[in-house]
């Protein structure tokens, strides 16, 4: 904006400042309010005069909502329109000129009606446009904000700077895209292509969960379980302990009066570690059999009531330095 133009903007509404905060046409605002709202335009003044128009802004908004006054808008205008957001100016002005002429200020609906036509011809505009047949329940958003179909294909006044236009529609994929407005009567268009259907959802199956097998029958089970167990330690300690033996015997022609050759030596060495296998497969097995004997027992016996945990077992191998065997822990 011109400075001069500025200057007599600003020198205008000083010399108003005893009327800006006139009540508006509507009820009146409680003495609280238009007090706060005397504070605030104040305020908004004093950092204009300091050139802080971006600080200013907020109270003579705060000013306006509070008890709308003409010069209250015609101030937020200005700030706004020092601050590159044309469009936003432009609608102050427009609401300025409109309060004025319902409150019979004939002067400042003249400065507002003057700013807001100078204005006008700058303004940027943004055109939206989508497919030649909008997807059914499209909704088209402008940073956030819905915009009607009504104006969809038409070049509407903006703020220079970056947009963000979103297309959403039930049963379609969104989509979004960012441009940027530039100043002093820019003008973009946005083109919506017609949006891709979302993918169907896959229904899930419910797999029904068979029922927790009974205690009796996992107490059956885990018999059986440490029965062959059991079973198969006792024939792998059998097995071992054959062959220990046999390494034994033939070890005793190359061992004369316990004097052993190597190959003799190596005979010892092998069977005494096939006897330690064969003694904890034994061990274990004969540990996993009484197990299983005892868990089978359990097993038959008449079912408790139900209660927060059912019965469990489980084998424990345990190993020594030349023996091992086996423990059955568990609730019951």
């Known amino acids: 904006m011109p400075r001069a133009r500025l200057r007599i ?3 205008a509404l000083t010399l108003a400042a005893a009327l800006t905060l006139a009540p508006g ?8 309010n238009k007090a706060i709202a005397e504070a605030a335009f104040l305020r908004g003044r004093e950092l204009m ?3 802080k128009p971006a600080e200013a802004c907020p109270k003579f908004e705060e000013s306006a909502r509070l008890d709308p006054s003409v010069g209250a808008l015609l101030n937020l205008a200005l700030c706004n329109e020092q601050l590159g957001r044309t469009a936003t100016a432009w609608a102050r002005y427009k609401e300025a000129a409109t309060l004025a002429h319902a409150t019979g200020d004939t002067d400042r609906l003249k400065i507002a009606e003057e700013f807001a036509g100078k204005l006008a011809p700058k303004l940027s505009r943004l055109r939206i446009e989508t497919a030649a047949e909008p997807t059914a329940g499209l909704v088209i958003k ?3 904000e819905p915009l009607g179909a009504t104006l969809l294909g038409d070049p509407i006044p903006v703020d220079p700077g970056e947009h963000t236009i979103e297309a959403t529609a039930p049963g379609f994929l969104p989509w979004s895209t960012k441009i940027v407005v530039g100043k002093d009567a820019d ?3 946005v083109s919506v292509p017609a949006l891709a259907a979302a993918p169907e959802e896959k229904s899930v199956e419910k797999v029904e969960t068979p029922p927790p097998a009974s205690s009796a029958n996992g107490l059956r089970t885990a018999a059986f379980v440490a029965g062959g167990v059991g079973a198969l330690a006792l024939g792998l300690g059998a097995v071992f302990g054959g ?19 190597p190959e003799g030596f190596a005979l010892i060495e092998g069977a005494q570690t096939k006897a330690l296998v064969s003694t904890i497969g034994i061990g274990v097995g004969g540990a996993a059999l009484a197990a299983g004997v005892v868990l089978f027992f359990v097993s038959r016996s008449p079912a408790k009531e139900p209660g927060p945990e059912a019965p469990r077992a489980w084998l424990v191998p345990s190993f020594g330095p030349r023996s091992g065997g086996a423990s059955i822990l568990g609730t019951f």
């Open 9 to 11: 903007l600003a020198a």
């Open 25 to 32: 046409p509507a009820a009146a605002q409680s003495g609280d």
């Open 49 to 51: 005069d300091q050139g």
């Open 142 to 144: 402008r940073n956030g």
């Open 187 to 189: 003008l973009k268009t």
């Open 243 to 261: 062959l220990a033996s046999s390494d034994v015997g033939k070890a005793d022609p190359l061992c004369p009066q316990k004097k052993c050759n």
